[in-house]
């Protein structure tokens, strides 16, 4: 009877503390006085938006292998540093593409409309992925300069976007403000046309899914062998499927002889921008990468921290990475990577990175740092850095050199400038023909 007493007293104790508790539990702010966005990841991290408390790190050295050797020539780095390189993205976060990936086939649903007055040609291609009717497909929209012809090819602007990409739902047939019109996500078509680029979008989640219930459910799941669940361990997560489908996606639009498939931009915004930066580090038909406000995982400093943490990407999309890439959340300098690495994976190929005063969350001044980091590579192989390791002033294009950066006074976007910037960097290699 005492047992029972003692016991129901320690009860209704412990539910008295714990109701206590919960009335004293500070209130855990959702925004700075910013309004940054402040996030709490399961490893106890908090989002920091304070340069004091940044903290200190120590970036690996491009230019000097894992073993401690140093990286002597551009022969060294092409031929043995960089490959070391993709393989740890692949090994440890993005996942390598495994050899069962699905096969490509493309249809053309509409072969040539004339548009914007004549100025352009559409084209609607579908890629379809493995041999069953209902697979997945990605819907690819073409703009097509109208003199563009196989003796007079043109380079092309290729953009993955969120929403867009379809042909009901282009900038040029759905007027701003009417209820189908899509978020102003695709870039000035008529712009693009008129400098002489062939302009072409497509939808990322049409290639894999994004949430935690669909990510498993495009190209991904073609590549399971029967009775397999899941990727294998150190197999792609969607940011590497996404990349890879970008590549199937060039591969149709490579057979148009009125396209230079040797002169592409690549464009993608925010996990698109990490996109970007992946397929330029894994795709050499890639020319120019357009990573704009790609932020953690993408461009900006992984071991800087600010804003999003590697602790809430993990966390948050646990898809995007191979299984091996939640090791590191809590322990970020056992990364053997960074993000000045995968944007270097690039070079000599030009990279433009964009961030915004209102987006914070993705780090523009960790964006910038990474590229000053990359710099030794650039320069290595006979190419111009940024040219500076200070901070350029708001809304001033630094781009001049073979990477590229513009700090826009705005949000979380791709604003007008970042386009005229880009195009003004990105000219210079894919050299239109207006
Ligand atoms: C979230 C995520 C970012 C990502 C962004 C986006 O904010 O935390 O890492 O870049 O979504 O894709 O819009």
Redesign the pocket.
């Known amino acids: 009877m005492k047992f029972f007493h003692a016991l129901s007293l320690l009860l209704s104790l412990s539910v008295a503390l714990g109701a206590m508790r919960a009335a004293d539990a500070p209130v855990r702010p959702k925004q700075d006085a910013n309004g940054n966005p402040i996030r709490y990841a399961a490893t106890g991290h908090a989002s920091n938006y304070d340069e004091a408390k940044v903290g200190n790190y120590t970036l690996p050295d491009p230019l000097v292998f894992r073993s401690g050797e140093k990286v002597r020539d551009a022969a060294a780095w092409t031929n043995r540093r960089r490959p070391e390189i993709v393989k740890l993205y692949e090994d440890e976060i993005f996942g390598r593409v495994p050899a069962t990936a699905p096969k490509a086939r493309v249809e053309v649903i509409e072969a040539g409309t004339s548009v914007l007055d004549g100025a352009a040609t559409r084209k609607h291609l579908v890629v379809r992925f493995g041999d069953k009717a209902d697979g997945p497909k990605v819907n690819v929209v073409v703009y097509l300069p109208a003199k563009a012809t196989p003796q007079a090819p043109v380079p092309l602007l290729l953009h993955t976007v969120f929403f867009g990409g379809l042909p009901s739902a282009t900038p040029a047939e759905a007027p701003a403000g009417s209820p189908k019109a899509p978020p102003r996500e695709t870039g000035p078509v008529a712009d693009f046309i008129a400098r002489g680029y062939a302009y072409a979008t497509f939808r990322y989640t049409e290639i894999e899914g994004d949430r935690a219930d669909t990510s498993l459910a495009g190209v991904r799941r073609l590549a399971l062998a029967a009775g397999q669940e899941k990727p294998a361990s150190g197999e792609w997560g969607t940011i590497a499927a996404w990349a890879w489908g970008t590549g199937r996606v060039l591969d149709a639009l490579a057979a148009d002889r009125a396209i230079d498939a040797r002169r592409v931009g690549f464009i993608g ?6 996109t970007a930066l992946w397929a330029g580090a894994t795709d050499a038909r890639i020319a120019v990468v357009f990573a704009s ?6 461009a900006s400093l992984a071991r800087r921290d600010y804003g ?1 943490s590697l602790d ?2 993990a966390a ?2 646990p898809w995007w990475f191979t299984d091996r890439f939640q090791k590191f959340a809590g322990r970020w300098n056992d990364m053997p990577v960074d993000s000045h690495l995968l944007i270097a994976l690039s070079a000599p190929r030009p990279v433009f990175v964009t961030g915004g005063t209102q987006d914070q ?2 780090d523009p001044r960790g964006e910038f740092l990474a590229e000053v980091a990359a710099g030794p590579v650039y320069r290595l192989l006979g190419k111009k850095d940024l040219g500076t390791d200070q901070l350029p002033a708001l809304d001033v294009p630094l781009i001049a050199g073979d990477l590229g950066f513009l700090y826009h006074t705005g949000g ?1 976007t791709i604003a007008p400038g970042d386009w005229a910037a880009f195009l003004e960097f990105a000219g210079r290699t894919l050299r239109p023909m207006p």
């Open positions: 915004h925010s996990r698109l921008g990490k406000c790609s932020g953690e995982l993408g999003e809430d990407v948050n999309f969350w993705a979380h």
